[in-house]
């Protein structure tokens, strides 16, 4: 393969230090400089397969496309702790809830907060999607980035904001008497304390339509319903997650995209399947350019660049994390 590109979306949910003890042998390569990216990975990807009109777009209005939603929200379910001032999003903090338990909780909230307006899907790796909560310019920040903080300063704001907060304040009375939290309790895992909503605000003037662009990747690996929502928007395969990157080089095309998320996977199990055997092929010519990215940065690296001696050999994670390398 000669160009391979590696997302990982969430790995700012892990300072440098966490992060390089999670991982057993991270990579330690002579990587350029990292570079900035314009709408972060979303916008790196949305580059990528052709669809730059999309970069923009709120995440909310992208999943919504299929199913023509109006005025979407994703809403992530959340467990938070009280701290000595405010709540906190603990590490563990931003939930996976099962099928069976998502379908549930849509049923219920239909029933009590749903009334005329309101609709709530199951989002899989997103959590939700809320149809009909009318909050045009409220501006939100995506939960993953709050993971460990406080979540005072970072309460919906802008021209809508209000009507988030209210909402997130209702959401919160219900899930506490809610008997999904119950029995999740009963089992020993952390009830749902709210449904943070972000990724929306920005209503689109005309509704997404499907747009062939010149994709970079004849393929893209991914599970995330964002990724899954543009590649049918560009009318791009994107073909589910393998477990190694073995699959991925074998794929038969020049060039490849795979958004592998850190949460629920850790550090250590994306090193060991995915970052070192793609060292590996670099060391062996299998492939010639990796280029890693997460959050708003990415950094890549060729198989010639080991010979460029006045460049620090670094950990992956110390070259995205500390913006350069």
Partial sequence: MRDLVLILPDLFLFDSDAASARGPGLARLRFARSTPLRGGWRGLLARGLGRADLVA????EVVAAEVGASDPWLLSPLHLVPGL???????????RLPAEEAAEL?????????????????ARSAGFLLEGLDAAGALTVEPSRLLGGALDEA???GAGGAVLRAFLTECEMWLHALPLNR????????PVTTLWPWGGGQPLREPLAVSHGESRWPVVWSEDVWVESLGRLAGQSVEGLPSGLAPLLA???DAG????????????????????????A???????????????????????DRHRFWRPARNLLEALLEGEA
């Fill in 106 to 122: 849509c049923v219920v909230f239909a029933r009590d907060l749903g009334g005329d307006a309101l609709r709530l899907r199951p």
């Fill in 155 to 157: 309460l919906p704001g």
């Fill in 282 to 304: 670099l060391r062996t010519g299998r492939l010639e350019r990796l280029t890693l990215a997460a959050g708003d940065r990415a950094v890549s690296v060729t198989a010639g």
């Fill in 251 to 253: 794929a038969g095309s």
């Fill in 183 to 190: 029995q999740r309790a009963l089992r020993g895992e952390p």
């Fill in 257 to 280: 995209c795979a958004v592998l998320p850190v949460l629920g996977r850790g550090v250590a199990a994306i090193d060991q399947e995915y970052i070192l055997p793609a060292a590996e």
């Fill in 85 to 95: 001032k405010t709540v906190h999003l603990a590490p563990g903090g931003l939930l």
């Fill in 57 to 60: 777009v709120d995440p909310a």
